[in-house]
């Protein structure tokens, strides 16, 4: 067992990368993860230059572009009319600002290469199957955890324990935050559909987002091409909250029924969907306890209105592992720095995202404004703050 260890609950896209980044500095880690393996849905997530320039500076950018798409540019229609909005270049015009691509990979992907790239680290472990259901600060110089198997109950120990368990932290509840998320009433669908059955009028090689009375639609190439991926996020004021869960096709078509023809054809062209509730919470008051903190979802779940949630667990792994590595002896120095210096920006995308829902839902009449706005508005300039984010250095 690594001596020392950062302790790590979780080993979704936040909590890997943080293995990642650890391991890249020589700092030992263990990933405790209670799914017995990492397995995503059908789904893509979307890169910005502000999270893939972090990945690739701890070494994943061949395989990430191997893996993933980069589409030219992003594209904003009117649901209804299909009339373009507004606009702005990825591809070459991304790399040229940001000094990295605007990229849009599966899930599965991106988790199979963070996966591959701790595995290949000697300084990080992964215990899959097991849950953390324990904290206990023995003692002002380490932190235990329990974690539960099906049949086993283990106790690890480290210099600090961060809580990267998503959305329903369970870290939270242990550090004395039970607070809830709040389901929003909207559902999110999400599909692919092969190159090859993409509608001929729809261009594949954008990420394409098509507004219209609450409800929106995005769509962007993976796999380098080979695959589109849709999302679909509906206000269902009738749903319950629940789980990933399958959807059903002539409900979506119907919603979208109205729509521009490219949409219902982008709709129509999914074989299988998969439907989520979307949660959202206000911005924790506190993140971290002695030697415990929070990252990610965890600390601050993020409406996909921005396609930022992944991205901010990403910037939060590598702010947090600089500070791990400067303090490597103060570690609840570390970890309240790493809160101090994350919270503003999270809170702010948080604040972004939830913004762009109200904007991306609106009906007529606000909708005529919103168009009108949108066809004067400089995405680019818009957006600057988010993708164009570094680090400050660690003081
Ligand atoms: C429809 C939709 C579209 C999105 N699109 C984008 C996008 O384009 N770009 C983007 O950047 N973001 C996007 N996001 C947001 C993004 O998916 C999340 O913000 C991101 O996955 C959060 O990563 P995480 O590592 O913090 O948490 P998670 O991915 O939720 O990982 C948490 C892990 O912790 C494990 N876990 C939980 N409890 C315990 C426990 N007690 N013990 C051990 N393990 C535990 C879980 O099994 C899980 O593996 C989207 C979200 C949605 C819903």
Not at 42 to 63: E, F, H, M, T, Y
Not at 232 to 246: F, I
Not at 306 to 317: C, R
Not at 378 to 387: F, G, I, L, M, Q
Request: proline share 6%; with cysteine.
């Amino acid at each position: 067992m690594p001596d020392n260890p950062i302790l790590i609950a979780g080993a979704g896209i936040g909590g890997l990368t943080l293995a990642l980044a650890l391991a890249r500095s020589g700092q030992s880690s263990i990933t405790v993860e209670q799914r017995t393996r990492v397995e995503e849905v059908g789904a893509g997530i979307q890169l910005s230059p502000n999270a893939s320039r972090l990945l690739i500076g701890v070494g994943l950018g061949q395989a990430l572009a191997k893996a993933a798409a980069e589409p030219e540019r992003l594209t904003i229609y009117s649901g209804k009319s299909g009339k373009i909005l507004a606009g702005m270049p990825l591809g070459e015009t991304m790399r040229a600002r940001y000094g990295a691509p605007y990229l849009t990979i599966h899930r599965a992907d991106l988790q199979t290469i963070l996966l591959d790239a701790v595995r290949g680290s000697e300084n990080a472990r992964l215990a899959f199957g097991r849950k953390v259901s324990a904290i206990h600060t023995n003692n002002a110089r380490e932190v235990s955890i329990e974690c539960e198997s099906a049949t086993t109950r283990e106790t690890v120990t480290g210099k600090a324990l961060v809580g990267a368990d998503g959305l329903w932290s369970n870290v939270a509840g242990l550090i004395g935050d039970t607070s809830k998320p709040e389901f929003l009433r909207h559902i999110a669908w999400r599909g692919l559909v092969s190159r090859n059955d993409w509608p001929e009028s729809l261009p594949a090689n954008e990420t394409g987002l098509w507004l219209g009375r609450g409800a929106h639609l995005v769509h962007y190439p993976i796999k380098g091409g080979a695959m589109i991926n849709v999302v679909a996020v509906t206000s269902d004021p009738e749903n319950e909250p629940g789980w990933s869960r399958q959807g059903d096709p002539a409900k979506i078509a119907a919603r979208f029924s109205t729509w521009h023809a490219d949409v219902q054809n982008a709709v129509g062209a999914v074989g299988h969907w998969t439907v989520w509730s979307l949660f959202d919470r206000p911005p924790r008051r506190r993140w971290s306890d002695n030697r415990v903190t929070l990252l990610g979802d965890a600390a601050h779940p993020v409406l996909p209105f921005l396609a930022q949630g992944g991205a901010l667990a990403i910037e939060d792994a590598s702010v947090l592992a600089s500070e791990i590595i400067a303090h490597a002896e103060y570690p609840i120095r570390a970890l309240s720095s790493y809160e101090h210096r994350r919270k503003p920006r999270s809170a702010k995308i948080q604040a972004a995202a939830r913004q762009n829902g109200d904007i991306y839902h609106m009906g007529w009449p606000l909708s005529v404004a919103r168009d009108l706005a949108m066809s004067r508005m400089n995405v680019a300039e818009r957006y600057a703050w988010v993708y164009g984010w570094r680090a400050d250095p660690t003081p």
